[in-house]
């Protein structure tokens, strides 16, 4: 298996543009997480999906963050519109019933807002 | 609720040491309790984890833990140190309730000497 994808790895915008940063969980895991980390703010968890619901969004910045599952193999963050403080390592993490909540982590998306 | 506490953001050994990185947790259900590597410009990866049976846990690169719960912690241990070893260490326990959801510690930087 190719382990957890994302795409792109690094993203360079500006200010008011929109972000989407792309996820590929592992086939079979029916738990998906999208986190943030920054230096100032560590590790936070964004939202996660089981079985392609969101179960809890409460770690969403603002508005402008939404995020989609639209099927089993594909999830996105969007940042609409971004702003320089949403500057940060995006990760997106997939787990399965089998696992004992052990969860699988992507190489992670480097967003820079100008 | 469920909880970590890594005690000490920064820990520096030299190479050949003892490593002891330290990690506390509070949980109302039987805990399942996990130790992540990050390297630099890498995402989160396993190194451990126990979730029943044997209280000392063997993982990756030499690594091991033990589960004390008397003393409600965790902490990951490594006989000497490697330069290689240089990296980020996160400690998590899962949530309670029917999900796959982690609570990360705030992680620990561990530098290695020459």
């Known amino acids: 298996d190719a382990g957890v994808i994302q795409s792109p790895r690094h993203e360079v915008t500006e200010m008011g543009q929109e972000v989407t940063l792309r996820c590929k969980p592992i086939?079979?895991?029916?738990?998906l997480f999208w986190y943030r980390q920054t230096m100032m703010r560590g590790l936070e968890l964004l939202i996660y999906?089981?079985?392609?619901?969101?179960?809890?969004d409460s770690g969403m910045p603002e508005d402008r963050f939404s995020a989609k599952m639209p099927n089993a193999s594909f999830s996105t963050l969007k940042i609409q519109p971004s702003e320089p403080r949403d500057s940060a390592v995006y990760f997106c993490?997939?787990?399965?019933?089998?696992?004992?909540?052990?969860?699988?982590f992507g190489p992670g998306t480097r967003l820079t807002v100008l | 609720a469920q909880s970590v506490t890594q005690l000490g953001s920064h820990v520096s050994v030299s190479e050949g040491a003892l490593v002891l990185l330290r990690c506390n947790y509070s949980?109302?259900?039987?805990?399942?309790l996990f130790w992540y590597v990050q390297y630099p410009n890498q995402g989160l990866q396993l190194l451990l984890k126990?979730?029943?049976?044997?209280?000392l846990v063997k993982g990756i690169n030499g690594f091991e833990a033990e589960f004390k719960k008397s003393e409600t912690s965790f902490h990951l241990t490594k006989p000497s140190a490697h330069m290689s070893d240089a990296a980020e260490y996160f400690c998590?326990?899962?949530?309670?309730?029917?999900?796959?959801?982690?609570?990360f510690g705030t992680g620990t930087l561990l530098a290695v000497q020459p």
């Open positions: 086939s079979g895991h029916d738990y």
């Open positions: 998590a326990v899962r949530d309670g309730g029917a999900t796959n959801k982690l609570i």
């Open positions: 949980s109302s259900v039987p805990p399942y």
């Open positions: 126990y979730t029943t049976g044997a209280t």
């Open positions: 999906f089981n079985n392609n619901v969101p179960i809890d």
């Open positions: 993490a997939s787990s399965g019933l089998a696992g004992f909540n052990e969860q699988f």
